[in-house]
């Protein structure tokens, strides 16, 4: 069974830096892209970037220069890491396979 | 990036309406495009994929269509567990969303 779980912290203050964690079972970081995606507060979802199953990354051009995308295959882990957070960046952060495998997002909060 | 515009942003409608949502990319983008339905506080679940076929378990009263710029989804006959907001996404190019369609109950 295909499951993703996002992990972090859910308050980060104004200029810091995001790292969230998404941990995958059910199926190999070698053959499946995984994905990050968000969401602010009543808006529309955001495609932020991806880690391909040959671990190459490409990034939303919006986003690139504060973001960063990595992964740990032997613990089936991806890595999200975002600097210089404003307020607007707050919202819920998703990592997915695509298709039907989602988790179920964690809450961040930018505030001082 | 493409741009990904959904229209309209919000419809309000009745159990048994027939619903057409749009969605036209700035660029082509083949049949490379999903639909997804979010419900409140849920995470997104796939409906349409490659343009025109139903994920596993997805009703047939949901229909994709459209390729190169232009696509639609389509809901035959609305039921009250459809109400929910949907998001076209290509995949064509690095992946962008639309703005979104909200289902709302007259």
């Known amino acids: 069974q295909v499951q993703l779980t996002e992990s972090g912290p859910g308050l980060v203050h104004p200029s810091e830096t995001l790292s969230l964690t998404c941990t995958v079972s059910?199926?190999?970081?070698?053959?499946?892209?995984v994905y990050w995606v968000r969401q602010p507060s009543g808006k529309g979802l955001e495609w932020m970037g991806r880690?391909?199953?040959?671990?190459?990354?490409s990034y939303n051009s919006a986003l690139k220069s504060r973001l960063s995308i990595s992964r740990d295959t032997s613990k089936n882990q991806v890595f999200l890491k975002m600097n210089s957070l404003q307020t607007d960046d707050t919202g819920t952060y998703y990592c997915?396979?695509?298709?039907?495998?989602w988790g179920q997002g964690v809450m961040v909060t930018v505030s001082s | 990036n493409t741009v990904m515009t959904q229209s309209p942003t919000s419809m309000f409608i009745s159990v048994g309406d027939r619903v057409t949502m749009n969605c036209k990319a700035s660029?082509?983008?083949?049949?490379?495009v999903d639909w997804y339905q979010q419900k409140t506080g849920q995470s997104p679940k796939l409906l349409i994929y490659g343009a025109s076929n139903r994920y596993t378990g997805v009703p047939d009263r949901f229909t994709g269509s459209g390729s190169g710029t232009d696509f639609t989804l389509t809901i035959s006959n609305m039921q009250a567990e459809d109400l929910a907001v949907y998001y076209c996404?290509?995949?064509?190019?690095?992946?962008?969303f639309g703005g979104g369609t909200k289902l709302e109950l007259k």
């Open positions: 997915t396979r695509g298709g039907s495998g």
């Open positions: 059910g199926f190999s970081l070698t053959g499946y892209s």
């Open positions: 880690m391909r199953y040959n671990g190459d990354t």
């Open positions: 660029q082509n983008v083949g049949t490379n």
């Open positions: 996404l290509q995949y064509n190019y690095n992946p962008t």
